[in-house]
């Protein structure tokens, strides 16, 4: 069986907790045959900082360069809340990112029918919800040029951010979507502001033309503006839609309330194929380091388990290794197992180890 070069960096706060149920995964997948891994791990984030004065040094880099998929915690906490800009947690994660080529971000809104009465909105909007957000990650208007505050005479500011988008920026992660939706219901929703903005033309127009070497996939184009009110209007119309950083920022948080818990959704950032046909990828549970419940047994490990389960299916091609967790996922929680943050009322919450072993063992039953 192949063994995949998988590298850990379970960073700060939750993080640690939430990848150490990941490892035991990784030991229950290993030992049922289903998935070999060589497992190596860094520091990223704060954790960094106290060990290295920075937050990814450049053999942390180098690893995660030469590893076959990359599994992220969450970084950052208050206390390195006074670090130079420069050296913050974050900075690590925008630099794996960034020199990784990371530009296509997926982050997948699914309604666990078991969890329907935690969503915002009415159980039948939401039950059975499946959404996969394809986000534009390294360019558009965090990175523009220029981005800057000037001064002008009168003594007042200035400030300009650059929305920039080119035709191959887009292509790409325009293939990225229709890809997927080939692999899903073969429907694809664009959201950008072409009518009021250069970069929403230009972004209609090439993924329309990108869109003819998918004659099987269905295509659809939306205003940004109105996608997030169908978001929260009609959100099962959705299956894949793409957008750019900004939209993408901003709908992938919408989308991700439909579902209850921020403890409950993975990503995955991805790469662009090489000439072997693999891709640089980087999973990461959408949630931060919760330095209020950090240390407590408190956090929901599901979100690091379903990024795990993303890597086994677009890294490793193991789709029935990612179907076998993620139906074990769904189970422990039919089950009626609950962490604080997904519990209601009069339920009596299980700890994050607790969840990792009712999943676990769901996966041996199951496999
Ligand atoms: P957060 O996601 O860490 O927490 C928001 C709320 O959700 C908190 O109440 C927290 O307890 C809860 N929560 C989050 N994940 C949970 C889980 N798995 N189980 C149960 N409850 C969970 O966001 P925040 O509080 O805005 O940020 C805290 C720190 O995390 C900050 O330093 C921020 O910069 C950082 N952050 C990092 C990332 C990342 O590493 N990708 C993302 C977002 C925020």
């Given at each position: ?125 939401v039950e059975g919800l499946d959404i996969m ?235």
């Amino acid at each position: 069986m192949t063994s995949y070069k998988l590298l850990l960096l379970p960073g700060d706060g939750i993080g640690p907790e939430v990848m150490a149920e990941v490892e035991k995964v990784i030991g229950a997948l290993d030992a049922l045959g289903l998935a070999r891994f060589e497992i190596e791990r860094d520091l990223v984030g704060g954790s960094a900082i106290d060990a290295h004065g920075k937050p990814l040094t450049d053999e942390a880099l180098a690893r995660a360069d030469a590893a076959d998929a990359i599994l992220l915690g969450a970084v950052g906490g208050p206390k390195w809340a006074d670090v130079a800009y420069e050296i913050r947690p974050e900075a690590g994660l925008l630099r794996l990112r960034k020199d990784l080529g990371l530009f296509a971000n997926l982050r997948p809104a699914i309604c666990y029918p078991a969890l329907a009465d935690a969503s915002a909105l009415k159980r039948e909007l939401v039950e059975g919800l499946d959404i996969m957000i394809v986000r534009e990650l390294t360019g558009g208007v965090y990175f523009g040029e220029p981005k800057e505050i000037t001064t002008l005479p009168d003594g007042s500011k200035r400030a300009v951010d650059t929305q920039v988008y080119t035709t191959a920026e887009i292509e790409r992660i325009a293939h990225v979507a229709f890809d997927l939706a080939r692999k899903r219901s073969g429907r694809v929703a664009s959201a950008e502001k072409h009518n009021v903005m250069k970069s929403g033309v230009l972004w209609k127009e090439v993924v329309t033309k990108v869109h003819a070497d998918y004659s099987d996939v269905t295509l659809e184009h939306v205003l940004a503006d109105n996608c997030a009110m169908q978001l929260v209007r009609r959100p099962k119309q959705y299956d894949v839609l793409v957008t750019d950083n900004l939209f993408g920022d901003v709908l992938s948080d919408v989308a991700a309330m439909l579902t209850g818990s921020l403890g409950m959704l993975p990503s995955a950032s991805l790469g662009a194929v090489d000439a072997k046909g693999s891709r640089k990828a980087l999973y990461e549970p959408v949630h931060g380091s919760a330095p209020d419940i950090a240390g407590k047994g408190y956090a929901n490990p599901i979100a690091m388990i379903g990024s795990l389960a993303m890597c086994l299916r677009y890294s490793f091609g193991l789709g029935e290794a990612a179907d076998l967790l993620e139906s074990a996922v769904t189970r422990t929680l039919a089950s009626g197992a609950r962490t604080r943050d997904i519990a209601a009322e009069g339920i009596t919450p299980i700890s994050t180890s607790e969840m990792g072993d009712a999943i676990i063992r769901e996966l041996k039953h199951a496999a």
